[in-house]
């Protein structure tokens, strides 16, 4: 079981942002930017691109309200994805406020967030939504 199958199971506490019967979005706790999403089928595949066909052609479409509210709730030109997957054996998209591409830069450092950090970041899009 992954790190992400047990945040979905409730077994490790999350900053949840959205979910539905295959998907699951919370927020990174080491996050690149203010406001950094993961979104997660909750079908534990390692490779995107593995995944049913159904939830390739679903996955967009539960992330794009979430893109949308972290548009109207950070100072950025749009809301940057990314597939890195290398981290995590658990296929996952990335969601993070972007100004320039270098935002979606995974080599920085990443430092991790407070949990009031967190929570007013969870606060803000859940209002966005």
Known sequence: ??????????????????????FYAFLDIFPLREGHVLVVPKNETDNLFDLPAEYLSE????????AKAIEKSFDCNRCGISVIGLEV????????????????????????ASDEALKKVQEKILAAL
């Open 1 to 22: 079981m992954t790190i992400f199958s047990r945040i979905i199971a409730g077994e490790i506490p999350s900053y949840k942002i959205a979910e539905n019967e295959k």
């Open 59 to 66: 996955i967009l479409l539960f992330a794009q309200p979430i």
């Open 89 to 112: 054996p658990h296929a996952h998209l990335h969601l993070v406020p972007i100004r320039s591409a270098n935002d979606l830069n995974f080599i920085q450092e990443k430092p991790k």
